[in-house]
């Protein structure tokens, strides 16, 4: 099954694509890879999810903005390519968390990213190489940001 048609099965909402706000491209394309910049939690009504993981949030919440996060690189890479059936797999995510000193467990807040492209994308072409990462802050406090790179046809 294909990536577009996954994502009417599994009755998911992506965002609307997001827009740079430095100076930077959203999605850069090399040959046959998709360099895709690093994303933040954005849903549907255009709100971010905000907060430090282990102090705002706990673990699960965290998962689920690192999955929203997987959702708005959908949409960027949708609104570039035209369909997500162009996208062949996944090489690569790098997931870093806004959390707390103390808090140890970023791979499984980025699980929820991971999960969702092995989801849409299939687990042999969903499931890339991968960093997970904690930091100390995130631009405009959001909980998580994840950068990709996808193999594209």
């Not at 689920?64 to 570039?80: C, D, H, K, S």
């Not at 970023?106 to 299939?122: K, M, Q, R, T, W």
């Amino acid at each position: 099954m294909n990536a577009e048609a996954r994502l009417v099965e599994l009755k998911l909402e992506l965002p609307p694509a997001p827009k740079p706000v430095a100076v930077y491209r959203p999605i850069v394309i090399v040959g046959h890879l998709a360099y895709v910049s690093g994303h933040g939690p954005l849903k549907p009504d255009k709100t971010l999810i905000l907060g430090r993981v282990g102090e705002d949030l706990d673990l699960n919440a965290g998962k689920l903005a690192a999955r929203q996060v997987g959702l708005a690189i959908l949409a960027t890479l949708r609104a570039e390519l035209g369909s997500l059936d162009r996208v062949k797999r996944v090489i690569k995510l790098l997931g870093m968390v806004n959390c707390t000193p103390d808090f140890r467990e970023h791979p499984a807040v980025i699980n929820g990213c991971s999960e969702l492209f092995a989801d849409v994308f299939g687990k042999e072409n969903g499931i890339g190489a991968r960093s997970a990462v904690g930091t100390g802050s995130l631009p405009g406090n959001i909980a998580v940001e994840i950068e990709g790179i996808f193999e594209i046809q």
